[in-house]
C-alpha cells in the first residue's frame, strides 16, 4: 500500500497533492485540442464542443454535424445535444448544473438535468448587432463581451434579465475576467479587462482605470473567494494581487517563451499555469511545481481544486487540508498521528498500542475528531478505513464521546466512494460535498438516470425518495418502447409501492410526449381530483374529467370542467354531455338561472322540461315593467303548457295572471283611485296596482274604498270567500273604516270566516266598543263565559257580568267586583245577589 504522502508538493508553507482519479478518460479520436471543454462546479459533468476556429479534416456529413457532448469527468458520455444556432461562443455552467450556450448571435439556451430540454433567451439587440465574442461564468450568472466590447450582464437564469453594463474603453482586450457579485463591494459583478497597460474594471455603472504600468496582461483570473488576483504579464511572469489593485503578494517567472494557454485558481492560496502537455503550480511567495504530460492538457476549476484532463487520465489538485497534514506529515507527532500509529500497533499485537493511548491521553478527543476529520479528505479507501479505525479505538478508550460526527461521517465516506466510482464519475471531495449538500448530489445523480443508486443513498441519508421514483417514471413515460398499457403498468407497479407520489407530473410528460391513452390511464390512479382534472382538461378529456371532478364532490372541480366543456362542445352536444350526469345538470340549471337564462330555456327545451320552460318565460314575463310586453310574452309560455293536458293548472295560473294583469292597468289608468287619507294627514300617494299579487290587490282596493271593483275581481278570479273575507275585514280595520264595519256586523247575518275575527281584529286595533258592542253578541257559537272574557277584555264590566250570570260563575262575578266603577258596582252586586237567592 502506497504511502499517504506520496504525491504531496510542498510550495512555501502548504503541502499540495495530485490525486489520479480516472484513467483512459477519453478516445483517441477525441483530439482535445481541438475542443472547448466547460466543467460544472462540485466536481460536475463535462461539455465538450468542437472549437469552430480550428480547422478539421472531413469526415462525412455525420461527423461535421454540430453538438455538445456531456461527459462525466470519468469519461462517461452521458448526453449528446444537436447544436443548429451558430457559433458557440459561450459555454458554462451554473451552481445546480445547468448547461448555459451562447451562440455568436446573442441566442442563449439553458439545459436542465443533463437533457435536451432548454429554455431559450436572448442577449438583446446590441448583441444581435454586434456579435458575442466571449463569455465568463459565475455560479448564477454570466457576463457575455461583443465585439464593440460593451459587457452584457445575466444575473439570473430562472428569470434572465439582460443588462449592459457602463461603456468600456473601445481599445482591445487582451485578456478579462469578472468578479461575481457576492465577492465584489458593490455586490453587482464587476468585469477586469486588460486593456494596453492597464487594467479597467466595469460594473453596472463605471468604468475605472486601475492605472497598472506593467501591461499588457495575457491572463487575469480572480480567485474563488474573490480576495485576489492573478495576472500574466507580456514577459512572462505571473503576479498575485488583492483585488483592490493596493497589494502585490507574489511574483513567479515562468522563464517561458511562450503564453499559456490557461490560467486558473486551485483553491484560494494557489495558481495554475497549462501550455499544451505542461502544467505549473504556483503556490505562496512564488514558489512552484510542474507536471508534465503525454496529451493536451485542459484545466477545469472548482471551489476546492481544479481538475487536470488529458485523453488518458483525470487528476485533481488540491491543497492538503491542516487536519491531514498533521496526521500523515512525516515525523508528526500530533495526538491524531499518534492515535493512527496506535491503531496500526494494535493491528500488530504490539504493546506499543496502549503506550500511545497513554501518551495522548489527555488531547485523545481531539485526536478521534481529527482521524474523523481526515478520513473525509481521504480519497484512498484504505487510509479511510485506517483513520477510521483509529478513531473508533480511541472512542472505545474514553468515558464518554458523542458519536454523531463519527456515524455522520461514515455515512459522508459511504456515499463519495459511491458517487467516485468510474461509472458514476463524481469525483467529490469531502468540502464539495458538504457545499454541494446531499439532497443537490441526490438531484444529480437522477439526472444521470442512476436511480438505483440515488435510492440507496436516499435511504442511507434518510432523505425523500418520491422525486427519484417520480423522474424515473417520467423518463418511462418519454422513451419506453413498450405499448402505453404496458408502460401504464410498469410505472404503476413501481410507484404504487411508495407513498404520497402523485401521478400527475408523469401524467403531464406523456401527453406531452403524445401518449394521451398512457396519460389517462395513469391518471385513474391519481387520488386528488384537483391534480387529475386541470390535466384532463388539458388533453380534452372534458367528459373524462366531468366524472372525476363528480366522484370528488368539489364542486369548483365540476365548475371548471363544465366550463371547459362549454367552451370547447356546441351547445347540444354539451346538453346531451351533461344530461346523464343529474349533479352536472344542476350545477348549469343554478348557475344558468343567475347568470345565462337563455341557456336555460334552450336546455329545458333540450330535455323537454315544458312546466320548468314554461315557468321561466313567466318569470321572465313579469320581470317586464310594460304590460303590453309582458302580457305578450306570458303567451310563449301558456302555448307551452297547453300542449301537454297534465299541466293544465300551470295554464291556468298564466291564463289568471294575464287576466290579471289586465285588470292592474285599467286600475293604474284610473287616475281616481287613491287612497283615503286619514284626518289630519297630508294626502297619500298614488299605489300602482301592477305586478301586485291578487290578494294584495283586493286588499289595496278595499283599502282604497273599491269595494264593487273588489269584488268583481273576487268574481273573475273565483277567490275563496274565506280569503276575500279576511282581505276585507284587515283592509277595513287597517283604514279605520268603522262605520263601514258597524253597518257590516250589524245587517251581516253569516260569516265564513267566523265573528270571532272580527272582534279579535277590531280589538286589536283598539276600538273596544265596536268589538264588544256589535261583533260578541254575534259569537253566539261560543258559551256565555267565553263571551263574558271577550266583554271583559273591551272593559264593558256590565256585560261580562250579565254573561257570568248567565254561566252562573259566582267566582266570576266576585273577581269582576273589584273591577267595576260607577254604576258598574251596582250591577254587578244586582247579580251576584240574584245568583245566591237562586242557590
Same mark, same amino acid.
Given at each position: 500500500?502506497?504511502?499517504?504522502?506520496?504525491?504531496?508538493?510542498?510550495?512555501?508553507?502548504?503541502?499540495?497533492?495530485?490525486?489520479?482519479?480516472?484513467?483512459?478518460?477519453?478516445?483517441?479520436?477525441?483530439?482535445?485540442?481541438?475542443?472547448?471543454?466547460?466543467?460544472?462546479?462540485?466536481?460536475?459533468?463535462?461539455?465538450?464542443?468542437?472549437?469552430?476556429?480550428?480547422?478539421?479534416?472531413?469526415?462525412?456529413?455525420?461527423?461535421?454535424?454540430?453538438?455538445?457532448?456531456?461527459?462525466?469527468?470519468?469519461?462517461?458520455?452521458?448526453?449528446?445535444? &444537436?447544436?443548429?444556432?451558430?457559433?458557440?461562443?459561450?459555454?458554462?455552467?451554473?451552481?445546480?448544473? =445547468?448547461?448555459?450556450?451562447?451562440?455568436? &448571435?446573442?441566442?442563449?439556451?439553458?439545459?436542465? #438535468?443533463?437533457?435536451?430540454?432548454?429554455?431559450?433567451?436572448?442577449?438583446? @439587440?446590441?448583441?444581435?448587432?454586434?456579435?458575442?465574442?466571449?463569455?465568463?461564468?459565475?455560479?448564477?450568472?454570466?457576463?457575455?463581451?461583443?465585439?464593440?466590447?460593451?459587457?452584457?450582464?445575466?444575473?439570473?437564469?430562472?428569470?434572465?434579465?439582460?443588462?449592459?453594463?457602463?461603456?468600456?474603453?473601445?481599445?482591445?482586450?487582451?485578456?478579462?475576467?469578472?468578479?461575481?457579485?457576492?465577492?465584489?463591494?458593490?455586490?453587482?459583478?464587476?468585469?477586469?479587462?486588460?486593456?494596453?497597460?492597464?487594467?479597467?474594471?466595469?460594473?453596472?455603472? #463605471?468604468?475605472?482605470?486601475?492605472?497598472?504600468?506593467?501591461?499588457?496582461?495575457?491572463?487575469?483570473?480572480?480567485?474563488?473567494?474573490?480576495?485576489?488576483?492573478?495576472?500574466?504579464?507580456?514577459?512572462?511572469?505571473?503576479?498575485?494581487?488583492?483585488?483592490?489593485?493596493?497589494?502585490?503578494?507574489?511574483?513567479?517567472?515562468?522563464?517561458?517563451?511562450?503564453?499559456?494557454?490557461?490560467?486558473?485558481?486551485?483553491?484560494? &492560496?494557489?495558481?495554475?499555469?497549462?501550455?499544451?502537455?505542461?502544467?505549473?503550480?504556483?503556490?505562496?511567495?512564488?514558489?512552484?511545481?510542474?507536471?508534465?504530460?503525454?496529451?493536451?492538457? @485542459?484545466?477545469?476549476?472548482?471551489? &476546492?481544486?481544479?481538475?487536470?484532463?488529458?485523453?488518458?487520465?483525470?487528476?485533481?489538485?488540491?491543497?492538503?487540508?491542516?487536519?491531514?497534514?498533521?496526521?500523515?506529515?512525516?515525523?508528526?507527532?500530533?495526538?491524531?498521528?499518534?492515535?493512527?500509529?496506535?491503531?496500526?500497533?494494535?493491528?500488530?499485537?504490539?504493546?506499543?498500542?496502549? #503506550?500511545?493511548?497513554?501518551?495522548?491521553?489527555?488531547?485523545?478527543?481531539?485526536?478521534?475528531?481529527?482521524?474523523?476529520?481526515?478520513?473525509?479528505?481521504?480519497?484512498?479507501?484504505?487510509?479511510?478505513?485506517?483513520?477510521?479505525?483509529?478513531?473508533?479505538?480511541?472512542?472505545?478508550?474514553?468515558?464518554?464521546?458523542?458519536?454523531?460526527?463519527?456515524?455522520?461521517?461514515?455515512?459522508?465516506? %459511504?456515499?463519495?466512494?459511491?458517487?467516485?466510482?468510474?461509472?458514476?464519475?463524481?469525483?467529490?471531495?469531502?468540502?464539495?460535498?458538504?457545499?454541494?449538500?446531499?439532497?443537490?448530489?441526490?438531484?444529480?445523480?437522477?439526472?444521470?438516470?442512476?436511480?438505483?443508486?440515488?435510492?440507496?443513498?436516499?435511504?442511507?441519508?434518510?432523505?425523500?425518495?418520491?422525486?427519484?421514483?417520480? @423522474?424515473?417514471?417520467?423518463?418511462?413515460?418519454?422513451?419506453?418502447?413498450?405499448?402505453?398499457?404496458?408502460?401504464?403498468?410498469?410505472?404503476?407497479?413501481?410507484?404504487?409501492?411508495?407513498?404520497?407520489?402523485?401521478?400527475?407530473?408523469?401524467?403531464?410528460?406523456?401527453?406531452?410526449?403524445?401518449?394521451?391513452?398512457?396519460?389517462?390511464?395513469?391518471?385513474? @390512479?391519481?387520488?386528488?381530483?384537483?391534480?387529475?382534472?386541470?390535466?384532463?382538461?388539458?388533453?380534452?378529456?372534458?367528459?373524462?374529467?366531468?366524472? =372525476?371532478?363528480?366522484?370528488?364532490?368539489?364542486?369548483?372541480?365540476?365548475?371548471?370542467?363544465?366550463?371547459?366543456?362549454?367552451?370547447?362542445?356546441?351547445?347540444?352536444?354539451?346538453?346531451?354531455?351533461?344530461?346523464?350526469?343529474?349533479?352536472?345538470?344542476?350545477?348549469?340549471?343554478?348557475?344558468?338561472?343567475?347568470?345565462?337564462?337563455?341557456?336555460?330555456?334552450?336546455?329545458?327545451?333540450?330535455?323537454?322540461?315544458?312546466?320548468?320552460?314554461?315557468?321561466?318565460?313567466?318569470?321572465?314575463?313579469?320581470?317586464?315593467?310594460?304590460?303590453?310586453?309582458?302580457?305578450? %310574452?306570458?303567451?310563449?309560455?301558456?302555448?307551452?303548457?297547453?300542449?301537454?293536458?297534465?299541466?293544465?293548472?300551470?295554464?291556468?295560473?298564466?291564463?289568471?295572471?294575464?287576466?290579471?294583469?289586465?285588470?292592474?292597468?285599467?286600475? #293604474?289608468?284610473?287616475?281616481?283611485?287613491?287612497?283615503?287619507?286619514?284626518?289630519?294627514?297630508?294626502?297619500?300617494?298614488?299605489?300602482?296596482?301592477?305586478?301586485?299579487?291578487?290578494?294584495?290587490?283586493?286588499?289595496?282596493?278595499?283599502?282604497?274604498?273599491?269595494?264593487?271593483?273588489?269584488?268583481?275581481?273576487?268574481?273573475?278570479? =273565483?277567490?275563496?270567500?274565506?280569503?276575500?273575507?279576511?282581505?276585507?275585514?284587515?283592509?277595513?280595520?287597517?283604514?279605520?273604516?268603522?262605520?263601514?264595519?258597524?253597518?257590516?256586523?250589524?245587517?251581516?247575518?253569516?260569516?265564513?270566516?267566523?265573528?270571532?275575527?272580527?272582534?279579535?281584529?277590531?280589538?286589536?286595533?283598539?276600538?273596544?266598543?265596536?268589538?264588544?258592542?256589535?261583533?260578541?253578541?254575534?259569537?253566539?257559537?261560543?258559551?256565555?263565559?267565553?263571551?263574558?272574557?271577550?266583554?271583559?277584555?273591551?272593559?264593558?264590566?256590565? =256585560?261580562?257580568?250579565?254573561?257570568?250570570?248567565?254561566?252562573?260563575?259566582?267566582?266570576?262575578?266576585?273577581?269582576?267586583?273589584?273591577?267595576?266603577?260607577?254604576?258598574?258596582?251596582?250591577?254587578?252586586?244586582?247579580?251576584?245577589?240574584?245568583?245566591?237567592?237562586?242557590?
Amino acid at each position: 500500500m502506497s504511502k499517504p504522502t506520496d504525491g504531496w508538493e510542498k510550495l512555501g508553507d502548504r503541502y499540495y497533492r495530485k490525486i489520479q482519479l480516472y484513467t483512459s478518460v477519453f478516445d483517441e479520436d477525441i483530439e482535445l485540442e481541438n475542443y472547448i471543454i466547460s466543467g460544472a462546479p462540485y466536481s460536475g459533468a463535462l461539455a465538450l464542443h468542437r472549437d469552430e476556429s480550428k480547422i478539421r479534416a472531413f469526415r462525412g456529413g455525420d461527423a461535421a454535424r454540430s453538438s455538445i457532448d456531456i461527459y462525466s469527468s470519468a469519461g462517461k458520455l452521458i448526453r449528446r445535444l &444537436d447544436w443548429d444556432q451558430g457559433i458557440i461562443k459561450g459555454l458554462g455552467w451554473s451552481e445546480d448544473e =445547468k448547461l448555459l450556450v451562447v451562440a455568436q &448571435d446573442g441566442a442563449v439556451r439553458c439545459y436542465s #438535468d443533463l437533457s435536451d430540454d432548454f429554455t431559450p433567451f436572448s442577449l438583446g @439587440h446590441e448583441a444581435e448587432e454586434q456579435g458575442v465574442v466571449e463569455c465568463r461564468f459565475w455560479a448564477t450568472g454570466f457576463v457575455a463581451m461583443l465585439g464593440d466590447n460593451r459587457l452584457v450582464e445575466v444575473s439570473n437564469y430562472v428569470e434572465p434579465r439582460p443588462r449592459v453594463l457602463a461603456t468600456p474603453p473601445s481599445d482591445e482586450v487582451m485578456s478579462w475576467s469578472i468578479v461575481p457579485p457576492a465577492y465584489s463591494l458593490s455586490r453587482s459583478v464587476e468585469v477586469l479587462l486588460a486593456i494596453g497597460q492597464t487594467i479597467n474594471v466595469v460594473d453596472v455603472n #463605471d468604468s475605472e482605470d486601475r492605472m497598472l504600468q506593467n501591461g499588457p496582461f495575457r491572463h487575469i483570473c480572480v480567485s474563488p473567494n474573490g480576495k485576489f488576483v492573478a495576472l500574466y504579464t507580456e514577459d512572462a511572469k505571473v503576479w498575485v494581487i488583492s483585488s483592490d489593485f493596493q497589494d502585490k503578494l507574489s511574483e513567479y517567472d515562468t522563464k517561458v517563451k511562450s503564453v499559456p494557454k490557461d490560467m486558473q485558481w486551485c483553491g484560494n &492560496d494557489a495558481v495554475i499555469l497549462a501550455w499544451e502537455d505542461e502544467v505549473h503550480l504556483l503556490g505562496p511567495n512564488g514558489a512552484a511545481t510542474k507536471y508534465y504530460y503525454d496529451s493536451w492538457v @485542459h484545466l477545469v476549476p472548482d471551489v &476546492d481544486g481544479l481538475r487536470i484532463f488529458t485523453n488518458d487520465v483525470c487528476e485533481f489538485v488540491q491543497g492538503i487540508a491542516d487536519v491531514t497534514e498533521d496526521t500523515f506529515k512525516v515525523g508528526s507527532t500530533s495526538p491524531s498521528a499518534v492515535l493512527l500509529d496506535a491503531v496500526e500497533q494494535l493491528e500488530k499485537r504490539s504493546p506499543k498500542a496502549d #503506550d500511545n493511548i497513554q501518551l495522548i491521553k489527555p488531547n485523545l478527543i481531539h485526536a478521534v475528531d481529527s482521524c474523523i476529520a481526515a478520513a473525509g479528505y481521504e480519497y484512498s479507501i484504505h487510509w479511510q478505513k485506517q483513520l477510521l479505525k483509529a478513531a473508533s479505538f480511541g472512542k472505545t478508550v474514553l468515558d464518554l464521546y458523542d458519536s454523531d460526527d463519527f456515524v455522520s461521517m461514515v455515512e459522508s465516506i %459511504r456515499v463519495l466512494n459511491a458517487v467516485r466510482f468510474f461509472e458514476i464519475g463524481l469525483p467529490l471531495s469531502y468540502d464539495q460535498y458538504i457545499r454541494l449538500t446531499p439532497e443537490r448530489l441526490i438531484t444529480r445523480l437522477v439526472a444521470r438516470h442512476e436511480y438505483l443508486l440515488a435510492v440507496r443513498l436516499s435511504d442511507t441519508l434518510r432523505l425523500p425518495t418520491d422525486r427519484i421514483y417520480v @423522474h424515473w417514471a417520467c423518463e418511462k413515460a418519454r422513451r419506453a418502447a413498450e405499448d402505453d398499457e404496458a408502460t401504464a403498468r410498469l410505472i404503476v407497479n413501481k410507484i404504487s409501492t411508495q407513498r404520497g407520489i402523485s401521478y400527475d407530473e408523469v401524467a403531464r410528460v406523456a401527453f406531452d410526449e403524445g401518449r394521451t391513452h398512457l396519460a389517462t390511464q395513469l391518471l385513474n @390512479h391519481e387520488p386528488l381530483a384537483g391534480k387529475q382534472v386541470p390535466l384532463l382538461l388539458s388533453m380534452d378529456q372534458g367528459a373524462l374529467a366531468l366524472d =372525476k371532478a363528480i366522484e370528488s364532490g368539489d364542486t369548483d372541480l365540476v365548475l371548471i370542467s363544465l366550463l371547459h366543456l362549454r367552451q370547447k362542445l356546441p351547445l347540444a352536444s354539451f346538453f346531451r354531455t351533461i344530461n346523464s350526469r343529474p349533479v352536472a345538470t344542476a350545477l348549469v340549471e343554478a348557475t344558468a338561472r343567475a347568470d345565462d337564462r337563455e341557456m336555460l330555456k334552450d336546455l329545458y327545451y333540450q330535455d323537454d322540461r315544458r312546466n320548468d320552460g314554461a315557468m321561466l318565460l313567466y318569470a321572465d314575463a313579469l320581470a317586464q315593467k310594460d304590460t303590453q310586453t309582458t302580457l305578450a %310574452r306570458l303567451r310563449p309560455a301558456l302555448n307551452l303548457l297547453q300542449e301537454t293536458k297534465d299541466l293544465a293548472p300551470q295554464a291556468r295560473l298564466v291564463e289568471d295572471t294575464a287576466k290579471l294583469l289586465r285588470a292592474q292597468e285599467a286600475l #293604474d289608468a284610473d287616475e281616481s283611485l287613491r287612497p283615503p287619507s286619514a284626518e289630519g294627514q297630508e294626502p297619500q300617494q298614488r299605489v300602482r296596482f301592477k305586478g301586485l299579487p291578487l290578494n294584495e290587490t283586493i286588499y289595496r282596493l278595499f283599502l282604497m274604498g273599491q269595494g264593487k271593483r273588489a269584488l268583481k275581481l273576487q268574481a273573475e278570479h =273565483k277567490m275563496s270567500e274565506r280569503a276575500f273575507w279576511w282581505l276585507r275585514l284587515r283592509a277595513q280595520v287597517a283604514g279605520r273604516s268603522w262605520r263601514d264595519l258597524e253597518e257590516f256586523g250589524t245587517k251581516t247575518k253569516k260569516s265564513p270566516i267566523g265573528w270571532e275575527a272580527f272582534f279579535n281584529e277590531v280589538l286589536g286595533a283598539g276600538n273596544s266598543k265596536l268589538a264588544g258592542s256589535v261583533f260578541v253578541p254575534k259569537c253566539t257559537g261560543l258559551t256565555p263565559r267565553e263571551r263574558a272574557d271577550m266583554y271583559l277584555r273591551c272593559g264593558m264590566i256590565a =256585560k261580562a257580568a250579565e254573561e257570568g250570570a248567565k254561566a252562573k260563575d259566582g267566582e266570576f262575578l266576585e273577581s269582576l267586583r273589584g273591577k267595576a266603577q260607577g254604576r258598574e258596582v251596582a250591577e254587578v252586586e244586582r247579580l251576584i245577589n240574584v245568583l245566591a237567592k237562586g242557590r
